[in-house]
């Protein structure tokens, strides 16, 4: 079956550092991958998604790079911020199905 | 344009009571997916709707069900409450149809809590 593996969190960092947040995937066929953000208290925002191999999705200075090669999207951001502090979520879609599976989620705290 | 609302926000219930969920997606959007997020088990895929009808069923035992009606609002009602059905649910719209790729548009989720 589809499966999403991220790392573990949580994973603290300083204001102004650089985050790395990997994800691999098992899936056949070409599905979609998404990264999702949630905030305390909050659902989930869809943070960015690629549709196909080497496809960037970026959003709000986050960047995450389909790599059919190594069927991963590792999540990076060059200078985090106190308010990017939230939990973020890899997910797959299968092209044939709308349901989405997700990882395990990544805690991410970001200190003054 | 309003975002997916999903009533009530908490709800605190007593083993044995059945609970009825609601989610109103955005306008426009035919599809609404229904997940559980605990903290152990994270979040997994309960069913979803699209134009009145199930069309992905996660593996959830027969006591979680859902229906969506004309409108494209989704109720989901579990029964016979467990302690372990305590979690957040989640709501998430889309406009639907196969293969598209379209996003998913997520509620902030109903707070269950079994006592």
């Known amino acids: 079956g589809n499966s999403v593996t991220q790392m573990e969190g949580p994973v603290t960092l300083s204001e102004e550092a650089f985050l790395t947040i990997n994800c691999t995937y098992t899936?056949?066929?070409?599905?979609?991958l998404f990264w999702y953000v949630q905030y305390p208290g909050e659902g989930l925002q869809l943070l960015l998604k690629?549709?196909?191999?080497?496809d960037k999705g970026s959003n709000k200075g986050f960047e995450a790079t389909y790599r059919k090669e190594t069927t991963s999207f590792h999540l990076e951001k060059g200078s985090v911020q106190v308010s990017d502090s939230a939990v973020y979520f890899c997910?797959?879609?299968?092209?044939?199905?709308?349901?989405?599976?997700f990882g395990g989620g990544t805690r991410v705290l970001v200190k003054p | 344009k309003a975002g997916v609302t999903q009533t009530p926000r908490y709800l605190i219930k007593t083993r044995g009571q059945q609970v009825t969920l609601s989610c109103s997606p955005i306008?426009?959007?035919?599809?609404v997916s229904w997940y559980q997020q605990t903290p152990g088990q994270g979040l997994q895929f309960l069913f979803e709707?699209?134009?009145?009808?199930?069309?992905n069923k996660g593996n959830f035992p027969g006591r979680f069900s859902g229906r969506q009606f004309s409108n494209s609002r989704s109720e989901m009602n579990v029964s016979t409450l467990e302690l372990g059905d305590s979690a957040l649910y989640l709501c998430?719209?889309?406009?639907?149809?196969?293969?598209?790729?379209?996003?998913?548009?997520f509620g902030s989720g109903t707070r269950l809590t079994v006592v």
């Open positions: 998430a719209s889309s406009l639907g149809g196969e293969g598209a790729n379209y996003g998913y548009t």
């Open positions: 690629a549709t196909k191999a080497d």
């Open positions: 709707y699209f134009s009145e009808t199930q069309r």
């Open positions: 899936a056949t066929g070409y599905p979609s």
């Open positions: 306008s426009g959007h035919r599809s």
């Open positions: 997910a797959l879609r299968k092209a044939a199905g709308n349901k989405l599976t």
